[in-house]
């Protein structure tokens, strides 16, 4: 007996040193500061030197040219007045710090929102459309299908094209005397259309050519979230008496929204910035018909003379504010839905 009590006080007098030890351990005060980023550069230095170069690399490849571009905005940097060197002759740079200027001229000018309109009706009737598709052909690849692997790699193909030859392609299509298109027209009797030469059916073009580019991304995106949903939920709902499209609509859909909440914000936000198709399908024609914001900030640069450098990066940054903002409030409306990734 008196050995049981001694063992029980001494467990008694243990677990009250236990607790007095993690209470001065709640209570001491992390360390903050250098001494903590010491710790974690000491702890973790062989992930922080395998990051390293890859940080590296993206400072001088993105963060140079993102810091200077901003620079430049709040200058009047044009052709005229930017640092050059003209045979052995080395003119400085005369440009001047100008604030705010450049972004006042640019949302105070009517051709500001009208390239922002159109953009909008762009990126949304795009990722809409592409979105659709790839998930009708998903959910017709995911059943048992005979040559399903050679469908997957037919939808898969315009992928692997890149993006220049396809467009080059499509524009051979939409010639308006010897196009394909309107061959076939032709041969139903059916008048030749303007393509590319009509603003409404060029705006018709070049959303056809984008959504033929952005359905295998769709699709592979969507064919692995329906692979990863269990089969088991299929099953009980369709012993319950559920239809296919009660299953869809329960089940695949709710299964499906982590995947699709990403690939609709990396979609939204590569069609935003798509210079590829719209420069080399139309150049923005006819007039300015199809043109968007990254075609005309590359005008402002590269094709108007004097080139404005200023104006030109006054618009990036705002094409880079108006897709952060986006991005934000698009994750915060999937946080608020339980999705966030």
């Not at 992930?47 to 940080?55: E, K, L, T, Y």
């Not at 500001?112 to 009706?121: A, E, H, I, K």
């Not at 499209?245 to 939204?268: A, K, M």
Request: hydrophobic share 50%.
């Amino acid at each position: 007996m008196a050995v049981e009590t001694s063992q029980s006080v001494a467990k008694a007098a243990g677990a009250n040193s236990a607790r007095g030890r993690g209470r001065r351990t709640e209570n001491t005060p992390r360390s903050t500061g250098p001494g903590r980023l010491r710790r974690a550069l000491s702890t973790h230095w062989y992930a922080w030197s395998m990051v390293a170069p890859v940080v590296a690399v993206i400072g001088v490849i993105i963060g140079y040219p993102l810091a200077r571009g901003f620079y430049l905005s709040l200058t009047d940097a044009n052709e005229a007045n930017v640092e050059r060197t003209i045979g052995v002759n080395h003119i400085p740079a005369t440009y001047e710090f100008v604030g705010l200027d450049n972004y006042k001229a640019v949302l105070t000018d009517n051709v500001f929102w009208d390239r922002l309109g159109w953009t909008l009706v762009w990126t949304v009737s795009c990722v809409a459309l592409s979105f659709t598709l790839g998930l009708v052909l998903a959910n017709m690849l995911n059943r048992k299908l005979k040559g399903r692997t050679f469908y997957r790699m037919a939808l898969i193909l315009p992928w692997a094209v890149p993006a220049f030859v396809s467009v080059f392609t499509w524009r051979l299509l939409f010639n308006e005397r010897s196009g394909l298109f309107n061959q076939l027209l032709a041969g139903g009797g059916i008048d030749a259309i303007s393509w590319l030469n009509d603003p409404t059916w060029a705006k018709v073009s070049v959303i056809a050519v984008n959504v033929w580019l952005g359905v295998p991304f769709m699709l592979v995106a969507m064919l692995g979230g329906l692979q990863s949903i269990p089969a088991e939920l299929y099953e009980a709902a369709e012993m319950d008496g559920a239809t296919a499209w009660q299953r869809f609509r329960h089940i695949t859909l709710p299964g499906l929204r982590p995947v699709s909440g990403t690939v609709i914000l990396l979609s939204s936000i590569w069609t935003f910035n798509m210079f590829p198709v719209i420069f080399l399908l139309t150049r923005g024609g006819p007039g300015d018909a199809t043109e968007i914001l990254v075609t005309y900030a590359y005008k402002l640069s590269f094709v108007v003379s004097p080139r404005d450098f200023a104006g030109s990066a006054a618009w990036g940054v705002l094409i880079l504010a108006l897709l952060s903002l986006f991005a934000v409030a698009y994750r915060r409306a999937l946080r608020k839905q339980g999705d966030m990734w």
